[in-house]
């Protein structure tokens, strides 16, 4: 093709026949792709370098030149797109893009997408998976096995916490979206009773719309499906903690600084709620001494909820997916608007 296509600031297609194609840079690909997926379909639209990881030090180095940037967990600043002055377009490899200034963006006519809806099934999954271990231990149990300890049972059959059946139970969802609303669809399919706190009600009939205090109170599981934003930081505090039924559990497959970590970490280890499951922390990796490290009756996964293949594969689809809608004039899953171009 001998036409470059490349994006002008107000978001218009330009055709430069003399110009040079698009510059894309992933800045830290390899938790989507770690290598069991390509990134070969970014050439369509230029050059494109993918990075593993970068360092704080190096995005600056990695980014300069790029018209395209994506980003998993790399921060991107006011202070950085004031030296990336090629910068057009920000994708975020993830649903949650608080990664991003996007006011700064949108002020420099600076397009911010995300990936909205590609791993609903597994964190959904991964939700079910955390409370069963909470509730029948699978993994504790199949460990004692491992380690001699059924061998050295004088019975044919020992349990190491006291086993409990979901049907029955009150299911809390805080936040109703796609993860919280297939959240409720597999709660319901255990029998389980489902309380839903939300900013916006809907109209489904098979769930109970509560005040979220409501829900704490009265829910024997409460899983987190909301965004993180200045409103929803610590949420889950002392307060509410104190709220919830000494028989409760607490799940968090969203983000980490959701929860007073602290605080959780007394209510578990003081036995005021019997456990908690949580894919997300406040700082990932967590640091060595983080209280939940060594709490009580707490399981914690590495942040592996969006992880199976299956949803990093919509994940790299949709982003390139995103770039190729921009490039036509068209973009989707915009999560700001700008200031030239009205998006």
């Not at 050295?152 to 969802?173: C, K, M, N, V, W």
């Amino acid at each position: 093709m001998t036409d470059r296509i490349a994006m002008d600031r107000d978001g218009r297609k330009a055709i430069l026949r003399e110009g040079k194609a698009l510059r894309i840079v992933v800045l830290d690909g390899h938790t989507a792709n770690p290598g069991d997926l390509s990134w070969d379909a970014l050439q369509e639209f230029g050059s494109s370098r993918v990075y593993d990881r970068t360092p704080k030090d190096k995005v600056r180095e990695r980014a300069e030149g790029a018209d395209i940037l994506l980003t998993n967990k790399v921060i991107l600043n006011e202070d950085l797109m004031d030296v990336l002055p090629a910068l057009r377009y920000i994708g975020v490899l993830a649903t949650g893009y608080n990664v991003v200034d996007t006011a700064a963006a949108a002020s420099r006519g600076i397009i911010v997408t995300n990936i909205p809806e590609y791993s609903t099934a597994s964190v959904a999954q991964l939700t079910f998976a955390l409370l069963l271990e909470l509730a029948r231990g699978p993994g504790l149990h199949a460990r004692a096995v491992r380690e001699g300890k059924w061998s050295a049972s004088p019975d044919f059959s020992f349990h190491l916490i006291p086993q409990r059946e979901l049907s029955g139970l009150t299911f809390g969802i805080v936040g109703f979206g796609r993860i919280g609303k297939a959240v409720a669809e597999l709660a319901l399919a255990f029998g389980m009773d489902v309380l839903v706190a939300t900013r916006k009600p809907g109209e489904e009939k098979r769930v109970t719309f509560v005040e979220p205090d409501v829900l704490f109170s009265q829910g024997d599981v409460v899983s987190l499906h909301c965004p993180l934003t200045p409103r929803t930081e610590k949420m889950v505090d002392e307060r509410r903690l104190g709220l919830m039924k000494p028989s409760s559990f607490l799940i968090n497959t969203a983000r980490g600084p959701l929860i007073d970590e602290n605080a959780l970490a007394r209510a578990l280890n003081e036995g005021r709620i019997a456990g908690a499951a949580l894919d997300v922390l406040s700082s990932e990796p967590p640091p060595a001494g983080h209280p939940l490290l060594s709490a009580r009756n707490c399981v914690i996964t590495p942040h592996l909820a969006w992880a199976t293949l299956a949803a990093r594969k919509r994940l790299v689809e949709t982003a390139i997916a995103n770039i190729r809608a921009w490039v036509e004039g068209n973009p989707v899953n915009v999560v700001n608007q700008t200031e030239k171009s009205g998006r």
